[in-house]
């Protein structure tokens, strides 16, 4: 069975603080892909990362980086120095050979001024 | 278009009526998912289409729902005899994969379903 978990559900931070949102999944495949998704206020999901299971290089975009460790099955997102913009619930997804998205529960974000 | 269109965007009914809410992919994209989002809530997967196989309805939460898509392209998901308990943002995601895998999944806004 696929499974992703989220477990912090609400996190505060204030600005330019460094934040980690954790996700673990579950899966039984071998092959996979692992994303992230920011939902704004707005509520419109938009796409952040894509990391397939035979690539555990760690990514940094800008303020962002993401650590896959498959010997753990998480794959965490860091966001340094953050922002107010960056105030949002964020999904980590799992997406199997030729199965449906599982997306987690979600964190949501919280950048204070 | 050059995103997923939803329409309409707000849906309010009135309980035991039937609402069709309707989901335009990106232009080529094959495989389309319909996902359910309560209030402060995650993604709930209701249905997912890829190309012409037969779609995997496995999350649909009962035989009030149903969805189809035409052509391989626009699909409409029906809610039949609607209960309060359907009030929920339904979001239409499309990606561009043959074979639905491992392609990001581009996100409509959502129609926000209202039941009285």
Known sequence: AQKVTQAQTE??????EDVTLDCVYETRDTTYYLFWYKQPPSGELVFLIRRNSFDEQNEISGRYSWN???????????????QVVDSAVYFCALNNYGQNFVFGPGTRLSVLP | GAGVSQSPSNKVTEKGKDVELRCDPIS???????????????????????????????????DRFSAERTGGSVSTLTIQRTQQEDSAVYLCASSPAMGGFGEKLFFGSGTQLSVL
């Open chain 2, 28 to 62: 080529g994209h094959t495989a389309l998912y319909w996902y359910r989002q309560s209030l402060g809530q995650g993604l709930e997967f209701l249905i997912y289409f890829q190309g012409n196989s037969a779609p995997d309805k496995s999350g649909l939460p009962s």
């Open chain 1, 11 to 16: 996190i505060s931070v204030v600005e330019k």
């Open chain 1, 68 to 82: 896959f460790q498959k010997s753990t099955s998480s794959f965490n997102f860091t966001i340094t120095a953050s």
